[in-house]
């Protein structure tokens, strides 16, 4: 079978090469991938800006089929259409696997960075991470599963949008476009939506027919502080950093109200970000810093997907595995919201 594998350490090293079916244990299940979607994670591989193990196959978010199963394996069935939870490996020991936060277990190794993923036709996954894909939702949209529970968990479970509740939202990208429809879906007052020049043709346009905001503030040419603080009265209650620039980082904390709340989902490719402390501190804002999804965020996900409450078909472009070159550069520069891989037809 025909995989996307991350060869070496080092930029680039991405190589489509042929690889064996895998084998799967006695709780695991073989999964045929319909849908693997291309995740800012992967492109941050590509870079050698996130850790992974080489040689391994790429892909984390998937959608597909369950053809084979382990014989210690009770709650799925081949022919079930599931989606998985990429916390592969997790110790179950730590203080954090038994507190419930296996996403963040210091031995995770998931798929598509610590272990073979789904830029591929066939991906092992222990049952326990398995979710069955509910009635009415297509595999194409429950490809996007894991950024959407990411997204309810960190949202929904831990920022909990308040109803009327003004929220700012940081960035037009597919985390950015979820968290303003789950805000909308939690009753949210105003929901602002910065973004660039660059937004404009392409992003803004989806983020309009998903009707998830209430008015986009272009950071480049307006002046994001002083509207924000006009539409607010005093500040937002809550502001979700989905882009990971450090302008909007610190722009994040000045339209914050006092006790105001910072979801901070968007990584950034710096290694530091210079932010205004002592206005943070004046204003004893919250902060959290987010990691991951959890099992509740995935059963909250699946819901909201499968209700259509939560919308990510707008935002869903389809391509060949072979066509992953120009996938990511379409990604990188702006063309694409959110791209998903299917797997090059093989002969069984």
């Known amino acids: 079978m025909l995989a996307l594998v991350k060869t070496k350490k080092g930029e680039g090293a991405l190589e489509l090469l042929d690889r064996p079916i895998p084998t799967f244990g006695d709780d695991e299940v073989l999964i045929r991938v319909a849908y693997s979607g291309i995740c800012g994670t992967d492109i941050h591989i590509l870079h050698d800006q996130f850790a992974y193990y080489p040689p391994v196959i790429l892909g984390h978010e998937f959608s597909g089929e369950v053809v084979k199963i382990g014989k210690s394996v009770t709650q799925f069935e081949v022919g079930d259409l599931v989606v998985g939870e990429p916390h592969n490996k997790a110790c179950g020991k730590c203080y954090l696997c038994r507190n419930g936060h296996i996403q963040n277990c210091m031995d995770k190794r998931s798929i598509g960075w610590g272990i073979d993923g789904s830029f591929t036709n066939y991906l092992t996954m222990p049952e326990k991470l398995l979710h ?181 078909d707008p935002m869903i472009g389809v391509r060949p595995l072979r066509e992953w070159q120009t996938a990511f550069a379409d990604l990188e520069g702006g063309k694409a919201m959110k791209l998903l891989l299917t797997p090059e037809p093989i002969s069984e």
């Open 132 to 312: 069955k894909i509910p009635a009415g939702l297509s595999l194409k949209a429950a490809a996007l599963a894991e950024p959407t529970a990411i997204v309810a968990h960190q949202l929904l479970e831990r920022a909990r949008v308040t109803p009327g509740e003004n929220v700012v939202i940081m960035g037009v990208g597919p985390i950015a476009l979820l968290a303003a429809q789950m805000a909308r879906v939690a009753g949210a007052g105003k929901i602002l939506l910065c973004g660039c020049t660059a937004d404009i043709p392409y992003r803004l346009e989806i983020a309009k027919t998903l009707n998830c905001f209430d008015r986009f503030i272009n950071v480049q040419t307006e002046d994001a502080v002083s509207i924000i603080m006009e539409e607010t009265e005093i500040g937002a209650e809550l502001v979700v950093e989905a882009s990971g620039a450090g302008s909007a980082i610190r722009t994040s904390i000045k339209v914050l109200r006092k006790w105001g709340r910072l979801c901070a989902i968007g990584m950034t490719s710096a290694p530091t970000v210079e932010i205004p402390w002592n206005e943070a501190m004046l204003k004893v804002i919250d902060v959290q810093f987010n990691m991951s999804s959890s099992y509740e965020g995935w059963n909250i996900a699946l819901k909201l997907l499968a209700s259509g409450k939560v919308n990510v």
